[in-house]
């Protein structure tokens, strides 16, 4: 094999190497929507953006209720969203879901007591 063929085999292996390298994936998008008033929940998971995943989790929760809002989204992650007692709810992110429930926890608590999860979901990445 003569130089010329070995270089332009190197180059096209530094080449390919390289692209799929700086090959970049894309997010995935989340969101949960929330009625407060009704406890109706609404959510949605890999989505090209956020605001397609807000939009499909408003119209999901909007089938049972009216006063929906979007209570958080995430990306390459989870979210979730805890109930409790006297009307608390808190919702969030985490890289996981024991984290995005742990979050929801957390600031349902701050709110009230007997908080339980009641939605979560997780993208695929």
Same mark, same amino acid.
């Given at each position: 094999?003569?130089?010329?063929?070995?270089?332009?085999?190197?180059a096209?292996?530094?080449?390919?190497?390289?692209?799929?390298?700086?090959?970049?994936?894309?997010?995935?998008?989340?969101?949960?929507?929330?009625?407060?008033?009704?406890g109706?929940?609404?959510?949605?998971?890999d989505?090209?953006?956020r605001?397609? /995943? #807000?939009?499909? $989790?408003?119209?999901? !929760?909007?089938?049972?209720?009216?006063? &929906? @809002? =979007? %209570?958080?989204y995430?990306?390459?992650?989870?979210?979730?969203?805890?109930?409790?007692?006297?009307?608390?709810?808190?919702?969030?992110?985490g890289?996981?879901r024991?984290a /995005? #429930?742990?979050? $929801?926890?957390?600031? !349902?608590?701050?709110?009230?007591?007997? &908080? @339980? =999860? %009641?939605?979560?979901?997780?993208?695929?990445?």
């Open positions: 094999m003569s130089r010329l063929h070995v270089a332009a085999l190197a096209a292996a530094v080449f390919a190497t390289s692209f799929g390298v700086s090959e970049a994936r894309a997010d995935n998008y989340g969101a949960i929507a929330y009625s407060p008033r009704t109706a929940v609404g959510w949605s998971y989505h090209p953006s605001r397609r /995943a #807000e939009r499909v $989790a408003m119209g999901n !929760c909007r089938s049972y209720a009216g006063d &929906c @809002r =979007v %209570v958080t995430f990306y390459n992650a989870c979210g979730a969203v805890a109930r409790g007692s006297g009307g608390a709810w808190g919702a969030d992110w890289d996981d024991d /995005a #429930e742990s979050n $929801a926890l957390d600031a !349902c608590y701050n709110h009230g007591d007997n &908080c @339980r =999860v %009641v939605r979560w979901a997780c993208t695929s990445r």
